[in-house]
């Protein structure tokens, strides 16, 4: 009981629980039910994008091309939907998460086949994906009026009282939780970030596990690609810039090590919803929005500092100083 109480997760969600409270003391209404349902629906595709950064970070590694990805999906998919309308939305979706799947496994080859640091493979093709986004719209905007009425309704239609985009947000997190407990490559996904050499031992692949890790952080982020577009009604170069911070901070914020090996799908929607929480907040307590980076970057770093502490462990002292044998 002590160890749950003591544990990340908890600490995160009472700090969750005091900021929203303190929030509320100024103006009521922002733990009204409805705002708070809000809220977890704007944060939605940040959750999503933080599990598949999760998957990826447990590996030792990093992603640093999501957002950029997210940007080349989704603008794919509504280039396609105001040139084709006819085309069933489902098949968009099912293009969009094949194309970011592709694009994330692009990266697992580099870093498995070729050795590359995973932070210099994703920082390229973050400029890449970037880039690729101008080359195929030429720069211009696909705008609301240019995409079918289906195609944008989907994320906003309510189904038991939530929107979809929510629904999609919690079914991911469903997933995560499965695979994580039940399949075998959450073990594997744990144990590659623990530690790779004896991982090889047990009979893991590591450069594989790494790049089905890769694959999957490319799905979801061409899945929310399709979602940021058809809930904002627009899509251009430069959508989603900067996100990466955002996604990186959730994870850990929700006690995820950059070290690998150590992380829940818990923490890492709980530190999406902290993230989710603050940026829904600077508007109510007059703070520019554009302190939100800001806010991120420090809480990464002392989200890092909370996670070395707490991994750090206490070794024997084996030699005196040598004062003390004088």
Request: contains cysteine.
């Amino acid at each position: 009981m002590k160890r749950i109480l003591m544990s990340r997760e908890t600490m995160l969600a009472l700090a969750i629980i005091l900021l929203t409270g303190g929030i509320a003391l100024r103006f009521p209404g922002f733990i009204a039910p409805n705002n708070l349902a809000l809220v977890f629906n704007d944060t939605s595709i940040l959750i999503i994008l933080a599990l598949g950064q999760m998957a990826v970070i447990l590996t030792r590694c990093i992603d640093l091309s999501m957002a950029s990805n997210l940007a080349l999906c989704g603008m794919v998919v509504a280039m396609i939907n105001a040139s084709f309308p006819d085309v069933p939305i489902t098949a968009l979706i099912g293009l969009a998460i094949v194309l970011g799947s592709f694009l994330g496994a692009m990266n697992g080859v580099l870093v498995w086949k070729l050795d590359i640091p995973p932070i210099v493979v994703t920082l390229g093709t973050l400029t890449i994906y970037r880039g690729l986004v101008f080359v195929i719209s030429g720069g211009a905007w696909v705008n609301a009026h240019e995409m079918s009425a289906a195609f944008k309704a989907l994320p906003r239609s309510v189904f038991a009282g939530l929107p979809v985009l929510s629904w999609v947000a919690i079914a991911t997190i469903g997933l995560a939780f499965f695979a994580i407990r039940r399949l075998p490559l959450g073990r594997s996904l744990y144990a590659v970030g623990g530690n790779p050499h004896a991982a090889v031992y047990t009979g893991i692949d590591v450069g594989k596990t790494r790049f089905v890790a890769f694959s999957i952080a490319g799905g979801l982020s061409g899945l929310a690609g399709y979602l940021w577009v058809s809930r904002y009604a627009v899509s251009y170069v430069d959508i989603a810039g900067g996100f990466e911070l955002s996604i990186i901070a959730a994870c850990v914020i929700g006690g995820v090590s950059i070290a690998g090996g150590i992380g829940s799908v818990g923490g890492a929607v709980l530190g999406a919803l902290f993230l989710g929480i603050i940026n829904n907040a600077l508007p109510v307590i007059n703070v520019s929005p554009f302190w939100q980076m800001a806010i991120s970057g420090t809480a990464i770093i002392v989200a890092v500092a909370l996670n070395v502490r707490s991994e750090r462990t206490k070794g024997r002292i084996i030699l005196k100083r040598a004062e003390t044998l004088v």
